[in-house]
């Protein structure tokens, strides 16, 4: 059995975990630096490189001392870390100390496909999980639907055609004076509220799997301009069911469409309880398993780059040193 170094920095969380190659997680510490971030609504990506500057060495000194290791000279038999998409500067960070790791403890690295790592996320909370999975990815930069046929194997059915579910919340929240990220904020205000006292429209009734929620952007902006009387949490509401309305549609689809054995929620929108109840829902009605990560789980972190990195080098082999980070690495098909 092998044990993977995982090392995370492509957004605000500057994390690092120690993973066996069973997918045990024997370690795992996530800073972020989000609270740098607020005040201007969203991440600011010079601040972001600086603080995982400020923070990578500690992040990964303490992952492996949680881990019972010496972090002078860690008995670890690979580095895995996210080599794109994301922000370039903090990309560099974290793909920097994996390179300067490698070759001061002579261990192989491997760069890692974050949207890869989030596909890993379920494995690490049911190692015996049973394939193939229908995973609906959520995040602040990404939504797509995926049938996961086996550990990296997965085809990407469909993904927004502009903006990510984890955007729009954000854009919304700050069109209705809520904080950053606008997420948890909405979320919490719309248990409060009446899905359907703000009429809006529902995106992308038709055929096949992309999603979109610009336009459900602009129809609240129109629609509360309009209706300035409806009550916050009712308008929070009624944005929320439209979301998920839209997601779990098309979800609902591809389980009709795909013989599976269960459905996954990824990435920091997995933290929505609509979308958590709608999948316990749509589990128990097609008779699957629901899985749904905790919350530390769902948000970035660098268990599920280290268990994506366990899988990487095993079938593709170490990267060479040269590696660039990719900024915009699409998640391409594996069968
Ligand atoms: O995956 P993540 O931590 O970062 C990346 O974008 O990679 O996702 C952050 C996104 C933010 O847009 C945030 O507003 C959203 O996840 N989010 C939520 C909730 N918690 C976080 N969106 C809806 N409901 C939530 N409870
Ligand atoms: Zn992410």
């Known amino acids: 059995m092998s044990v993977v170094l995982g090392i995370e920095t492509s957004c605000d969380e500057t994390a690092a975990s120690v993973v066996d190659s069973n997918f045990h997680v024997i370690s795992s510490v996530i800073e972020s630096s989000i609270d740098q971030h607020r005040a201007f609504g969203g991440v600011v990506p010079e601040l972001a490189g600086r603080a995982h500057v400020a923070t990578i060495g500690p992040v990964v000194e303490r992952a492996l001392k949680d881990a019972g290791l010496d972090p002078h000279n860690p008995a670890i038999d690979a580095i895995a870390v996210t080599s794109g998409p994301g922000l370039i500067g903090s990309l560099l960070v974290g793909l920097s100390a994996a390179k300067g790791f490698s070759l001061a403890w002579g261990v192989p690295f491997v760069g890692v496909n974050h949207l ?87 995106s992308m009734t038709g055929e096949g799997y992309d999603l979109s929620f610009s336009g459900l952007k602009t129809a609240v902006v129109r629609a509360t301009e309009k209706n300035a009387d409806v009550p916050l949490a009712d308008v929070a509401a009624s944005f929320q069911a439209a979301v998920a309305e839209q997601l779990l549609r098309k979800l609902r689809t591809a389980l009709e469409k795909n013989e599976v054995k269960g459905v996954a929620l990824a990435g920091g929108v997995a933290a929505n309880s609509a979308l958590r109840a709608g999948i316990t829902q749509l589990a128990s009605e097609f008779g699957i398993v629901a899985h749904l990560p905790t919350m530390q789980m769902c948000t970035d972190n660098a268990a599920m780059i280290a268990a994506a990195g366990v899988h990487r080098i095993s079938h593709n082999g170490p990267s060479p040193l040269t590696l660039s980070a990719s900024p915009n690495w699409q998640l391409v098909d594996v069968k």
């Open 116 to 202: 890869e790592g989030h596909l890993f996320a379920p494995l690490l909370e049911k190692s015996d999980l049973e394939w193939p999975l229908m995973t609906l990815l959520v995040s602040g930069g990404h939504s797509m639907i995926v049938l996961q046929s086996g550990p990296g194997e997965h085809v990407v059915l469909g993904e927004t055609i502009d903006d990510a579910a984890g955007e729009a919340y954000d854009k919304v929240a700050r069109w209705l004076g809520l904080g950053y990220p606008g997420g948890p904020e909405i979320d919490k205000l719309a248990q409060t509220g009446t899905p359907g006292k703000l009429k809006l429209p529902v």
